[in-house]
């Protein structure tokens, strides 16, 4: 079994503890001491060598870009690390940990690469990447209905290992394959079967994580906050995690997709409020997800623009059903049996990822992207359904900026019948949705950044009457900086504690208090970290 047992390495952090002092010493170190403490220290059975690279390196640059999925962080003027550990074994993750505070460098943690703020791989002050794609691992367990997945394995790689066990079995994760299992778990990420079974750290059993003490813990060992901390309330904080084991949960032999287009002169005004008021109550075996973006009008001679409501729906069951359903809750959108596909729950993981129809399961094995582009991100959500003047008003100003998008993921069934305190993420009962800000744009350097960033901000402000407020609620996962920036110095617990809220709500403060615990030091953090307390 290729993922570690914890009586496999019990003596490692041992060991090295005993061999490397701990103490951050009182200014930093040259990245030289850093790589000769790494090397003087590794394993004769899993030397750590082959894993660091340097900028003297010829494959340096390829491995840092391999896994930048926002563009805007991978310009000339972008700082770069020292150097990055490609983590070949769980005692290079323990090495990193000790040899960087030793020497006092900052440590990024990088599993995909697809964070929106690039902050497990970008930062402000020297530092080094600690990168775990090599550790990914997936030991799926069809007859206990679990598997183990390491923290660098992609959600693409989990749904095909399930699918070579099991044609009815799944998981209730993201629909971008190439997202690394470390961020998304860990931050509470979501997919296309969230109304039937929850978020994934809704489904997860257990976990392997490195502490700051260099040992390797699972959730017995561990103990149950610094676990519900890690699921939902992201790694990075706390650790390294390694792997997490899941529940794999079951779907049926046929489910049924639809994507169905609908632009303002075909009444999609009418029909996105009408989504308003029935998405979060349709039956939890079938999710809507609805995107709005600003296109030309067909036939336009003139250039003349309109908003394109796209209504992207999974159905676990067949389409005879869902067209049941449909006529039953939702006749507004005008589903025709045409417009529905049978298929496999894995081929819909395809589908959601725009895979041409026929696409083999093989491509979820890809790690190339499908898109690689200059992004920001923002997020919301929405507790009372928009009124039909403010939905036009917001259709208006759409076309006014013209570039960002909205997309609306409906909440309710399981999601809202799990309590606001049982994982660190709180979004449940009360939500209708969440929004989506997003926006993309090719061209490079920072002015075009600074555009297309001040549109998405735009938007994002002509939508405050209708979110959350007090605070107004952001999902951790789709991180966003301009929420606030912990500089972890004097201030951090309270720099932290401004967007701590609209990420965690009332859990913040038990994420504070753990953190606090765990890694009093602040060793693991970033630009938006859990803070440890003041005093």
């Known amino acids: 079994m290729a993922i570690l047992r914890l009586s496999q390495l019990l003596l490692l952090p041992t060991l090295l503890v005993l061999s490397i002092s701990c103490t951050a010493s009182a200014s930093s170190s040259a990245p030289e001491n850093f790589v000769s403490c790494l090397l003087s220290h590794s394993l004769p059975s899993h030397p750590i060598g082959p894993a660091i690279y340097t900028p003297n390196n010829a494959s340096y640059s390829s491995v840092l870009q391999s896994y930048i999925r926002n563009l805007r962080f991978n310009e000339s003027y972008t700082r770069k690390p020292y150097l990055i550990i490609t983590a070949l074994h769980v005692s290079h993750v ?43 691992t997936i030991n799926v367990d069809i ?26 079995h799944g998981f209730p994760a993201g629909v971008c394959p190439t997202v690394g299992v470390g ?21 997860i059993v257990d976990a392997q994580i490195v502490d700051v003490h260099g040992r390797l813990l699972d959730r017995k060992s561990m103990g149950e906050d610094l676990f519900w901390a890690i699921t939902g309330g992201g790694g990075a904080s706390f650790g390294v995690v390694i792997a997490y084991k899941i529940n794999l949960v079951r779907v049926p032999e046929t489910v049924t997709v639809f994507r169905v287009i609908r632009t303002l002169e075909q009444n999609a005004t009418d029909i996105v409020y009408r989504w308003q008021y029935v998405a979060n109550k349709l039956d939890n075996d079938l999710f809507i997800r609805l995107t709005m973006d600003v296109v030309n009008v067909t036939g336009s001679q003139t250039g003349e623009k309109t908003l394109r409501a796209t209504f992207n729906a999974l159905f676990l069951g067949d389409s005879a059903r869902l067209l049941s359903v449909m006529n039953k809750s939702f006749p507004e959108l005008g589903l025709e049996r045409s417009d529905c596909q049978e298929m496999s729950w894995v081929e819909s993981t395809l589908f959601w990822t725009s895979f041409a129809n ?10 190339v992207p499908q898109v690689l582009t200059h992004l920001k991100r923002k997020s919301d959500y929405v507790k009372q359904p928009i009124p039909k003047a403010g939905l036009k008003w917001i259709i208006q100003k759409m076309i006014e900026l013209q570039t960002p998008m909205l997309t609306f993921n409906p909440y309710g069934g399981r999601m809202a019948e799990i309590a606001a305190s049982a994982k660190p993420f709180p979004h449940r009962a009360g939500n209708l949705w969440k929004v989506q800000y997003a926006t ?10 600074e555009k297309y960033i001040d549109l998405t901000r735009k938007l994002f402000e002509y939508m405050t009457p209708f979110v959350s407020k007090n605070p107004r609620e952001a999902f951790f996962n789709y991180k966003d900086l301009d929420i606030g920036i912990n500089h972890n110095d004097k201030g951090s617990y309270f720099e932290g504690r401004v967007f701590g809220v609209k990420y965690f709500k009332e859990n913040f403060d038990k994420l504070v208090l753990i953190k606090t615990k765990v890694d009093p030091g602040n060793f693991f953090r970033n630009e938006q970290s859990i803070p440890t307390l003041p005093y």
Request: charged share 20%; with cysteine.
């Open 440 to 449: 993309n744009w090719d061209a490079s350097g920072s002015e075009a950044a």
């Open 183 to 203: 961020g998304h778990f860990s931050g509470g990420g979501y997919g296309n079967m969230m109304r039937k079974y929850g978020l994934s750290v809704d489904n």
């Open 358 to 367: 026929g696409t083999a399961p093989e491509a979820l094995l890809s790690r």
């Open 94 to 136: 323990q090495q990193a940990i000790l040899c960087a505070q030793k020497h006092n460098l900052q440590m990024k943690i990088r599993s995909g690469g697809h964070d929106y703020e690039g902050v497990s791989y970008v930062a402000e002050v020297p530092f080094f990447i600690l990168d775990l794609f090599n550790l990914r």
């Open 143 to 168: 007859k206990t209905e679990t598997a183990w997945v390491q923290a660098g394995a992609t959600l693409g790689e989990v749904y095909y290992r399930i699918y070579e066990k099991s044609k009815v």
